[in-house]
């Protein structure tokens, strides 16, 4: 993965200091996750915040090989 500096608001690192630390992750894995949200919420904007967080745990389990079989009995 290539890396590329990008100005951002000191207002917006300071936030992101405070979330990352809450959610234990770095200043940048902050706000690469708040920019992840945001780009979801822009492509399906019916759907709400914790369906998208929903939809994101789902997709990262799949990478990881963690899933099993919908029963709809």
């Known amino acids: 993965m290539t890396t590329t500096a990008v100005r951002v608001s000191e207002d917006l690192v300071k936030k992101a200091k405070i979330y990352s630390k809450i959610d234990k992750r770095s200043v940048?894995?902050?706000i690469e996750y708040w920019a992840t949200i945001g780009k979801c919420?822009?492509?399906n904007p019916d759907l709400t915040y914790s369906m998208i967080k929903?939809?994101?745990?789902?997709l990262s389990e799949l990478e990881q090989g963690e899933f099993s079989e919908y029963?709809?009995?």
């Open 41 to 43: 919420a822009e492509e």
């Open 28 to 30: 940048t894995g902050q």
């Open 54 to 58: 929903d939809i994101l745990v789902g």
């Open 71 to 73: 029963d709809f009995g």
